[in-house]
């Protein structure tokens, strides 16, 4: 295709590359020909095919190196979504990204394309159906969304096709896949430690999951679409499986899929909410005497309990993304990767 980047030998840089999402992109770039640097802060399982760079990426003289000679740069790097340290992600997510920037303009990068988050611009309550042009969340739910919506803004604006510098965001929702040491494992320790008795509302609220492979492709196509003078250049795109599932239905599959209960009680979305901030005001009042950081948090009930799902026509359209693995299969995929955590029988 005449907007196609030839990827035999076109150089990109993987900045996050030792995280899940990263390996999994730095293997399909690596398997459609491309030489590919990772920047991380640690060193994850990397092929000897690419060429790994360990530094923090707050650090521009750090990151110069790696992005010497390289077309196109994927920003994959954040702090973990769980952390509730706000200087962290300030630092990393908001300072961090400008550093990214500068470094790549200053190495003489093409194209950056950011890992967002549909998140930005969800404030936990409902979601049907929604679009990029939804505006960024007022009120984001936690440090993590407040930094993903100013990283996103950052690299957007910075999009200067008169300098030969173009970039994007994707925005996906929900991965899950093999090697993810989030959503599976933290699933599996709650139904050991029976945590997962309950279904938050009426269990009908439709939510994304994104098949990791289908995120990683969103990212390549935009990568590969980012042409001087394309109208995709400085936009976000929502990417998705495009088959948004009831969350709790989804939860149940995983559960059963490993050998466990699927949640049966329901407890009413309101009252889950409310205990879940009284709970937060306990703790709040305890801190002088003990730090005790909880899971059943206001933040965590939004998101098992009202509908978030997007839609990626804008991807559709523009990328020519669909999604590569469907839902049924891409559970299966995942089901099958994690052997270890199967309930052992009786
Ligand atoms: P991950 O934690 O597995 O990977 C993140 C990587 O970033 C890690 O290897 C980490 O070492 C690296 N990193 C963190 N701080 C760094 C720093 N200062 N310098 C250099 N490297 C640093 O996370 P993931 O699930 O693969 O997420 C990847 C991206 O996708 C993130 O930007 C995240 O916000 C976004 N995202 C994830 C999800 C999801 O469901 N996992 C959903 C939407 C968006």
């Known amino acids: 295709m005449a907007t196609r980047l030839r990827s035999a030998g076109t150089r990109c840089t993987v900045i996050g590359g030792s995280g899940f999402l990263g390996q999994h992109l730095v293997e399909q770039l690596l ?7 990772v920047f991380d802060v640690h ?26 000679g390289v077309s196109v740069a994927f920003h994959c790097a954040s702090p973990a979504p769980s952390s509730d340290n706000r200087e962290l992600f300030y630092r990393v997510n908001v300072g961090g990204t400008k550093a990214v920037i500068e470094a790549c303009r200053e190495a003489g990068v093409q194209k950056l394309v950011l890992t967002s988050s549909a998140s930005v611009v969800f404030e936990g309550t409902d979601i049907k159906n929604g679009s990029e042009d939804l505006p960024y969340a007022q009120k984001p739910i936690d440090y993590y969304t407040e930094t993903k919506i100013l990283q996103e803004k950052e690299v957007l604006a910075a999009n200067d096709p008169e300098n030969n510098f173009l970039t994007a965001a994707i925005r996906p929702h929900g991965i899950f896949g ?10 599996i320790q709650a139904a050991r430690s029976g945590k997962m008795k309950f279904i938050i509302g009426d269990g009908k609220n439709l939510v994304d999951f994104t098949y990791v492979d289908n995120v990683v492709h969103g990212h390549i196509l935009a990568a590969e679409k980012l042409q001087k003078g394309s109208p995709l250049c400085g936009q976000a795109f929502h990417i998705t499986n495009d088959e948004p599932v009831p969350f709790w239905a989804f939860m149940s599959r995983l559960l059963t899929g490993l050998g466990y209960n699927a949640p049966k009680y329901h407890i009413p979305y309101g009252l889950a ?3 879940a901030l009284l ?3 306990l703790l709040w009042l305890l801190r002088p005497l003990v730090t005790i950081r909880a899971t ?3 933040m965590r009930v939004a998101l098992a309990g009202t509908f978030h799902y997007y839609s990626c ?3 559709k359209r523009a990328l020519g993304y669909s999604p590569v693995v469907g839902l049924e299969e891409a559970v299966a995929r995942t089901l099958q990767s994690y052997p270890h955590l ?5």
């Open 31 to 37: 398997a459609k020909g491309y030489t590919v640097n």
């Open 43 to 68: 060193r994850g399982c990397q092929s000897d095919r690419v060429s790994f760079f360990l530094g923090d990426l707050c650090d521009k003289e750090a990151l110069l190196p790696a992005l010497q």
């Open 178 to 187: 093999p090697r993810d040491p989030q959503l599976v494992p933290t699933l």
């Open 273 to 275: 909410y409310c205990l």
């Open 279 to 281: 709970l937060a005001l």
């Open 296 to 298: 059943f948090t206001p």
């Open 313 to 315: 026509e804008r991807a």
């Open 342 to 346: 199967r309930r052992a029988r009786a």
